[in-house]
């Protein structure tokens, strides 16, 4: 068990609907990144927060936004979804930028 | 896009045995770090290196990073069924930002 907590473990929805993702850091850890897993593309950088701040931005389509919150939590929302948005995302934090990162189990995403 | 790659793709060894993956990245790093993951389920840190050391261990585990070649291996001896996973090296960039994760390598150990 990492520390990291992700809900939900498992989320099926219908094309064009909006969700949110849920992620808790370690306790902590300042840094939270979101990451996306697929069969195609592999892991990939989604975006980053330290601090309530955005850091980092990386593969992350405009339909996707992310927030960080006073407590550090983060929720990832996700609209206008789309077939291929179906992927294993992950969260992961760590307490500086330069640390390991620990990941959490991860929302498996189903858009039918 | 991808900065480290794994090789081999894919390994297939006996319990007993030793398992050596390589990973190759492109651009300068602060750290890198090896990670299992087992079956779609979440990923397990294993280690972390950091650019100015060549050579750690964890256990099972010894991870080596030359950074002239811009390359690591992780060797794991004594290879269990428990073992079996994918591992994945990703690579931290100076800014601590995101990690670039290769494609992995997919090590399946038989008893």
């Known amino acids: 068990d990492s520390g990291v907590t992700q809900t939900p473990k498992h989320l099926i929805t219908a094309t064009g609907q909006r969700v949110t993702l849920r992620c808790s850091p370690r306790?902590?850890?300042?840094?939270v990144y979101w990451y996306q897993q697929s069969l195609d593309q592999g892991l990939q950088f989604l975006i980053q927060y330290y601090n309530g701040e955005e850091r980092a931005k990386g593969n992350i389509l405009e339909r996707f936004s992310a927030q960080q919150f006073p407590d550090l939590h983060s929720e990832l929302n996700l609209s206008s979804l789309e077939l291929g948005d179906s992927a294993l995302y992950f969260c992961?934090?760590?307490?500086?930028?330069?640390?390991?990162?620990?990941f959490g189990p991860g929302t498996r995403l189903l858009v039918l | 896009s991808q900065q480290g790659e794994e090789d081999p793709q894919a390994l297939s060894i006996q319990e007993g045995e030793n398992a050596t993956m390589n990973c190759s990245y492109k651009t300068s790093i602060n750290n890198l770090q090896w990670y299992r993951q087992n079956s779609g389920r979440g990923l397990v840190h294993l280690i972390l290196i950091r650019s100015n050391e060549r050579e750690k261990h964890s256990g099972r585990l010894r991870v080596t990073l030359d950074t002239s070649k811009k390359s690591s291996s992780l060797l794991i001896t004594a290879s269990r069924a428990a073992d079996t996973a994918s591992y994945f090296c990703a690579t931290g960039n100076q800014a601590g930002t995101a990690l670039i994760f290769g494609k992995g390598t997919t090590l399946s150990v038989s008893s």
């Open positions: 306790s902590g850890d300042l840094s």
């Open positions: 992961a934090s760590s307490v500086t930028r330069e640390e390991t990162q620990y």
